[in-house]
């Protein structure tokens, strides 16, 4: 994450059955999301801004402000990644294969759903 190397790299990725794509087409930024990446399943990476006190949804932080819903993951993340609040949170680098989806209300806000609400497809750095 803190170098381009893979951003640029040409290795194929088979992930989880589907066809294979090359990495640089498979790793998406939260600051390089677009409405191309719409109903697009990738592994979706960047810096958390905050969570709700429940830690129900991850907010990301990039101009687009793409949400991450996590309700049924919640005491996954709790007792994996040793979060004791929301605070936690902040500043922390994650991982997440799913897919965008566009929310149904007025404002169309941007959101990623993890694959199947599976743990495994959730990765998280804390920033301390």
């Known amino acids: 994450m803190k170098t381009d190397t893979f951003a640029k790299s040409e290795i194929l990725i088979n992930?989880?059955?589907?066809?294979?794509?090359?990495?640089?087409n498979f790793f998406v930024n939260f600051n390089e999301i677009t409405k191309e990446?719409?109903?697009?399943?990738?592994?979706?990476?960047?810096?958390?801004?905050?969570?709700?006190?429940?830690i129900?949804?991850?907010?990301?932080?990039?101009?687009?402000?793409?949400?991450?819903?996590?309700t049924n993951l919640t005491e996954y993340i709790k007792n994996t990644f040793k979060i004791d609040s929301c605070d936690?949170?902040?500043g922390a680098m994650i991982l997440v294969f799913g897919k965008l989806?566009?929310?149904?209300?007025d404002n169309e806000k941007w959101y990623i759903k993890i694959t199947y609400d599976n743990p495994s497809h959730i990765f998280i750095k804390l920033a301390k």
């Open 15 to 24: 992930a989880f059955g589907k066809n294979p794509y090359k990495a640089k």
């Open 37 to 54: 990446h719409v109903n697009k399943w990738r592994g979706y990476w960047g810096v958390i801004s905050k969570s709700d006190s429940e």
């Open 56 to 70: 129900s949804w991850l907010n990301t932080s990039n101009e687009n402000d793409v949400s991450i819903p996590v």
């Open 88 to 90: 936690d949170l902040q």
């Open 101 to 105: 989806l566009v929310s149904k209300s």
